[in-house]
């Protein structure tokens, strides 16, 4: 198998199986045999013996060769004992002691089998509120955040990963200016993602500068207002200042909910890439665009259709078996989750994809080529999900589905999301969903204190082809970030290899539209903008977002929280 030493590592630690006295027992190609073999067997009953091994071939080919990987809890716990393979809930939060704190729990139980959890607190009442039974006062969404928080801190130590929350609140709660501010300090609620929920009446209100109301969600009844753009460049400005809140735009969300009978959708899972009703999970997997590619006419490299095709098919058949062979941790989760069967394919290594078929991410043919190669995927997986409808028959609630009136027989109620692939491309040595690559080439310190230089390996092969490369060279640009001020470096490849913080914020979002008009989820994206970035271009960002249809957006200004993931120049 090609595994870079970085995804070795990485599956080392966390992935693959060990036996009682904590030693790893499994190889990289024994976890992919594991989880095809659990994820085919959802057809025992179905196939023969001999069709059924030929099911656990498909799927362990387009693993091993790293054509498509399930998130991460399938690959650590399908055919373990945990047996929880979705990275995506959301949980309800009631407005009364019991409801938070069987939330709390559920949560817990959740991040135990490394799932990530999505809340909305809009049902809470605001602080200040009258508690009847006790005479007291309630104290508000905010608080109440800072006890899942600890839970989750408290359960990190156990679990296989981190938790991961994301807390949402309306923008019409009367608690919403303490919400914006939750963050300010980069000590606090550090478990949680936050993003403000955003209606349509609200961004009407901005644009005219006017009031607007804010509702107390136990009584229904208005308590207060607020100017709407003040709100507004407070989120900008908290943004500006380390990248939280995100925004969300509900109403939109909600348009594209496929079973509104069975409820409102409230909130999204921890990275916003995906809504879904309280109790609801759903299981994602991406496909690697980066190798469905070919050699074409006039030895052009282009993309393989074909391949494509054959992969979404798989794909789609692989998620909608999860389903059946996933263990949830909740009757309701299991009841929901089996009744609407949703799933979310996506893709990763779109910026590879692009340097390899030489087209710059920030141009009209790459946005061109987003619309083409997802609205191909987003085709092909909802036809394999009408072809296992007629297999397999419809998700359970479809009755209650928009496809109902429209006659259309699906087996699942979405099909598509595009996921940030954190992990997972790394596995698949790829860049991450549709990110453009974050850096050409970094300096990373290993533990024994050497230091290495880590090249993209299409700027490397270019460079070797130009009979450029040298150490020193990648040094200079590990360290600059950028090919713009590096000398020697031929125009066309300064014009070609474009990082994250070359691109305009415009372009970010741009590209983040293609995709979400092929999405029947949301699209996870970062906006990453540079450290000189104003206040204006994040309030851009924020409107750019709104008026080409996006879900929802997430910023984040170079530099601005002190501890950053990823630093241009090195990591440690
Ligand atoms: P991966 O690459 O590991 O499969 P992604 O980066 O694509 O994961 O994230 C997909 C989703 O998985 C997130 O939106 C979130 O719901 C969940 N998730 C990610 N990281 C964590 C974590 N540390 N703990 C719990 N859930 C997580």
Same mark, same amino acid.
């Given at each position: 198998m090609r595994l870079t030493e970085n995804a070795r590592k990485v599956l080392e630690k966390r992935y693959l199986a060990r036996d009682e006295d904590g030693r790893v027992c499994e190889t990289p190609e024994d976890m992919f045999r594991r989880v095809a073999a659990t994820v085919a067997s959802a057809d025992k009953d179905r196939l023969s013996e001999k069709e059924l091994k030929k099911l656990e071939e498909e799927f362990y080919d387009m693993m091993v060769n790293l054509e498509f990987l399930p998130n991460s809890p399938t690959l650590m716990n399908a055919g373990r004992p945990l047996g929880q393979l979705s990275a995506c809930f959301v949980l309800p939060v009631e407005d009364t002691m019991e409801g938070i704190f069987d939330s709390v729990k559920n949560a817990a139980l959740i991040h135990k089998s490394g799932g990530g959890t999505g809340f909305s607190f809009s049902r809470l009442r605001p602080k200040g509120s009258s508690v009847k039974s006790t005479g007291g006062v309630a104290s508000g969404p905010v608080s109440f955040m800072k006890v899942f928080n600890a839970a989750t801190e408290a359960v990190k130590q156990g679990g296989t990963r981190r938790g991961a929350n994301m807390g949402i609140l309306r923008v019409d709660h009367p608690d919403i200016l303490e919400f914006i501010t939750c963050k300010q300090n980069n000590a606090d609620i550090t478990n949680f993602n936050i993003s403000v929920a955003i209606t349509e009446s609200f961004m009407k209100a901005v644009e005219q500068n006017a009031?607007?109301?804010?509702?107390?969600?136990?009584?229904?009844?208005?308590?207060?207002?607020?100017?709407?753009? =003040?709100?507004?460049?407070?989120?900008?400005?908290?943004?500006?200042?380390?990248?939280?809140?995100?925004?969300?735009?509900?109403?939109?969300?909600?348009?594209?909910?496929?079973?509104?009978?069975?409820?409102?959708?409230?909130?999204?899972?921890?990275?916003?890439?995906?809504?879904?009703?309280?109790?609801?999970?759903?299981?994602?997997?991406?496909?690697?665009?980066?190798?469905?590619?070919?050699?074409?006419?006039?030895?052009?490299?282009?993309?393989?259709?074909?391949k494509l095709r054959e992969t979404v098919r798989k794909a789609v058949r692989f998620l909608d078996n999860v389903i059946d062979v996933n263990k949830y941790p909740l009757p309701e989760i299991d009841e929901m989750t089996r009744g609407t069967r949703k799933i979310g394919l996506g893709v990763m290594g779109w910026a590879d994809m692009l340097l390899i078929l030489g087209i710059r991410y920030d141009s009209e043919e790459a946005e061109k080529l987003a619309d083409e190669v997802m609205g191909f995927i987003s085709r092909e997986a909802r036809r394999m999900s009408q072809e296992l409808a007629e =297999?397999?028959?419809?998700?359970?609630?479809?009755?209650?589905?928009?496809?109902? =009136?429209?006659?259309?027989?699906?087996?699942?109620?979405?099909?598509?999301?595009?996921?940030?692939?954190?992990?997972?491309?790394?596995?698949?040595?790829?860049?991450?969903?549709?990110?453009?690559?974050?850096?050409?080439?970094?300096?990373?310190?290993?533990?024994?204190?050497?230091?290495?230089?880590?090249?993209?390996?299409?700027?490397?092969?270019?460079?070797? &082809?130009?009979?450029?490369?040298?150490? &020193?060279?990648?040094?200079?640009?590990?360290?600059?970030?950028?090919?713009?001020?590096?000398?020697?470096?031929?125009?066309?490849?300064?014009?070609?290899?474009?990082?994250?913080?070359?691109?305009?914020? &415009?372009?970010?979002?741009?590209?983040?539209?293609?995709?979400?008009?092929?999405?029947?989820?949301?699209?996870?994206?970062?906006?990453?903008?540079?450290?000189?970035?104003?206040?204006?271009?994040?309030?851009?960002?924020?409107?750019?977002?709104?008026?080409?249809?996006?879900?929802?957006?997430?910023?984040?200004?170079?530099g601005s929280r002190e501890e950053q993931v990823l630093n241009i120049g090195s990591v440690k």
């Open positions: 009031d607007y109301d804010l509702i107390d969600p136990r009584t229904g009844k208005k308590t207060g207002s607020l100017n709407a753009r =003040e709100v507004f460049d407070l989120m900008v400005n908290m943004a500006w200042k380390n990248g939280e809140p995100g925004i969300i735009f509900l109403d939109r969300i909600n348009r594209d909910n496929v079973t509104p009978q069975l409820g409102e959708i409230e909130s999204t899972n921890p990275c916003g890439e995906q809504p879904l009703l309280p109790y609801e999970a759903c299981n994602l997997g991406s496909i690697n665009l980066s190798l469905m590619v070919k050699r074409g006419r006039d030895n052009i490299m282009e993309v393989d259709y074909d =297999e397999k028959g419809v998700f359970p609630y479809y009755d209650k589905s928009v496809y109902k =009136e429209a006659g259309i027989k699906v087996r699942n109620a979405t099909t598509t999301t595009i996921a940030p692939t954190g992990t997972l491309s790394l596995i698949a040595g790829t860049s991450s969903g549709i990110e453009p690559l974050f850096a050409i080439s970094y300096i990373k310190y290993v533990m024994d204190g050497t230091e290495l230089v880590e090249v993209n390996p299409y700027f490397k092969a270019a460079c070797e &082809e130009a009979g450029l490369y040298s150490d &020193e060279l990648m040094r200079e640009i590990a360290q600059k970030g950028s090919l713009h001020d590096v000398e020697g470096i031929p125009q066309h490849m300064k014009e070609l290899f474009v990082t994250a913080h070359d691109i305009s914020p &415009e372009w970010h979002v741009r590209m983040q539209a293609a995709f979400q008009r092929h999405t029947d989820n949301a699209v996870s994206k970062t906006v990453n903008l540079r450290k000189d970035a104003t206040l204006q271009d994040v309030a851009d960002v924020f409107w750019h977002a709104y008026k080409t249809g996006c879900k929802g957006v997430t910023i984040y200004r170079d």
